[in-house]
């Protein structure tokens, strides 16, 4: 079974920084894309960033400059760099991750249970 399960989140005043981390564990054959995805209350949830297998990434345009994505394969991990937080940056933060249990099985989507992240003074 596999679970991604992320850590990082907190309360941090505007302009400073948090860095989030989702670690997958099971049985994983390839992990595909990884991506950040956050919801605040009373939208709906968004795509904040993603990095592919290749190292390629995209970002929301309202991160962009202030939000880094990165992964190590090795310990099938992603990380998000957040800095110069704003209060519009408070959601919850939930990770994805498209993947393959076994060679030639079909690519699933896996979430996290989700990290709050508070920006306030």
């Known amino acids: 079974q596999v679970r991604l399960v992320e850590s990082g989140g907190g309360v941090v005043q505007p302009g400073g920084s948090l860095t989030l981390s989702c670690a997958a564990s099971?049985?994983?054959?390839?992990?595909?894309?990884m991506a950040w995805y956050r919801q605040a209350p009373g939208k709906q949830r968004e795509l904040v960033a993603k990095?592919?297998?290749?190292?390629?990434?995209n970002y929301a345009d309202s991160v962009k400059g202030r939000f880094t994505i990165s992964r190590d394969n090795a310990k099938n991990t992603v990380y998000l760099q957040m800095n110069s937080l704003k209060p519009e940056d408070t959601a919850v933060y939930y990770c994805?991750?498209?993947?393959?249990?076994?060679?030639?099985?079909?690519?699933?989507?896996?979430w996290g249970q989700g990290t709050q992240v508070t920006v306030s003074s």
């Open positions: 994805n991750a498209d993947l393959q249990l076994m060679v030639l099985t079909p690519r699933r989507d896996y």
């Open positions: 099971g049985s994983i054959f390839k992990i595909w894309t």
């Open positions: 990095i592919f297998s290749d190292r390629s990434t």
